[in-house]
């Protein structure tokens, strides 16, 4: 089975508490083929200028990522620089050049055309139904967004979310795409919106997902080192949406397990730098870590 | 098993976004008692006012709590005034008259010197002391305590937190308690002070159990109505130490179940203004919420 995400590469200058790193490998879509890569194989769409150094390539096919849709531009690759303070959980941004991310059309390769399943990561809505009207018929269409496309292109994200299986977001964008303070209320609107899954990233607060009439809450692992939050949420949809696609079922139970798979990618991720810490894991460390999120859930029947 | 708990017995005016009511039955000790009405014998020590009504006392007792340790002195009961914006999350406090409360010195009957369990509600933590010089020997005592202690009287708190076994605070506390914002080291650090076991409640997402090495994460009941957050913390209190108290053990599973427990009375709780959701719950519909929480944090191994 395949995944195929559009999404961002980028160059990350973060500084946290613990720490500065600059012009370190980023972007939406390297996290999550990444974070997916432990679990199925992904295709990437992704474009990066002249700027964008052969390693950082020869990375993402090392994890057998396939980057035949990553598309060398001219111009410089997009830039991002935040900082976080001690809570970690909003990184304020200090500068963004979108080069060539700017004028970034998604061209996908025939090759991909046949993916099992779409993943759209933070893109112009109008870019992600761009790509889904070039796949044939992917089995599961699942989408990020983000606050500037809810208040700024609302009517295209509208046609997006029609054609999304599973929306990922995090609570404050939820509660600003719906107008309802309350999750439940949210995700009873976000459902007659399009998607059947709702996926609420809440940061060290762990995950709520609704599914259908199900309602899971995640925890996070509470870490007594977290690094760096950069790309988070990219990890966990990769995870997620990786194993969802290595199992190919959408049960109720199949996509508990997913939530749980997210939550220990991102976990693993926010211990270092960049990919730092999910650039070459063992498949033993997921299962232990996995392991370590059953226990700290678990509770006996009274 | 017993479960002495000295505290506040309050009139409350809320304002929420869903209602507003005036001089209502509140009060930590109000909250927590009759939650851990459900689960054992309680003993019961505040003051009140003239002017508190022999209907809410009556209240009590029907709960089959023990009131001799309600002391009624000259003046008025306590008031809070509070509201809440749309996230409920935090009380903005718009008046607090102290009256009778400002010189309550807790006077232990001599019937409640045995408790097998005590409960030092959110008071001075020289009263706290006071409490525990009067009772024979516990066999666990458990805290609450808040910012205003935290600043103003941090020594006399770090002498009563050495004769606790269990401290139950929010995150906020936890943090400005230890200095520290990860929540791992916070509790390694009031370990130090003396607590084995720590329980951090973060309101909409849950409560974080440190108890020895072993960590737990219970999350909170996603509601479609929450009506009035007033008293959540108290009534996961009696939920959590009632449920222990009818136990009488201190093993992690118990700690664990009392924690879901806890949460379960909480869920409830902030369903309806005052005591009004757990004056009178049947014991089926707790059971059947604790297995509501059961479900929503189930996953399978992979």
């Known amino acids: 089975m395949s995944l195929l ?23 939406s879509a390297t996290f999550f083929s990444t974070s ?11 474009a990066v200028g002249e700027d964008f150094p ?61 993916s099992d399943v779409v993943f759209l990561a933070n893109i112009d809505p109008d870019l992600q139904r761009d790509v889904l009207r070039q796949v044939d018929k992917p089995r599961l269409v699942a989408a990020d967004t983000m606050n500037f496309w809810i208040e700024g292109k609302r009517e295209s994200l509208m046609e997006t979310l029609k054609l999304v299986d599973i929306l990922l977001i995090n609570d404050g964008e939820a ?37 259908g009439d199900a309602v899971f809450a995640a925890p996070a692992y ?16 990769g995870g997620f949406m990786g194993y969802i696609t290595s199992i190919m079922d959408f049960k109720e139970s199949v996509v508990r397990r997913a939530t749980v798979m997210g939550s220990v990618m991102a976990s693993f991720n926010v211990e270092d730098f960049s990919l730092n810490r999910i650039r070459d894991l063992d498949y033993k460390e997921i299962e232990g870590r996995y392991r370590e999120f059953k226990t700290l859930a678990h509770f006996d029947d009274i």
């Open 5 to 27: 995400v559009v999404g961002s590469v980028a160059f990350d200058s973060v500084k946290t508490p613990f720490g500065e790193v600059e012009d370190v490998l980023g972007g």
């Open 36 to 46: 997916a890569s432990y679990f199925t194989d992904v295709r990437l769409v992704a």
């Open 54 to 114: 052969e390693r950082h390539v020869n990375f993402l096919k090392m994890r057998e990522i396939d980057v035949t849709g990553l598309e060398r531009a001219k111009g410089k690759t997009f830039r991002w620089k935040g900082q976080y303070g001690y809570a970690l959980n909003e990184a304020e941004t200090l500068d963004t050049q979108l080069n060539v991310f700017e004028s970034f059309r998604p061209d996908i390769p025939d090759q991909y055309k046949d």
């Open 175 to 211: 509660r600003q795409l719906t107008g309802e303070h309350n999750l439940v209320k949210a995700a009873r609107a976000i459902f007659s919106m399009g998607p059947s899954t709702l996926v609420i990233k809440r940061g060290e607060y762990g995950v709520l997902l609704f599914h």
């Open 222 to 237: 509470p870490l007594e080192d977290v690094f760096d939050p950069t790309g988070a949420g990219d990890t966990f949809a």
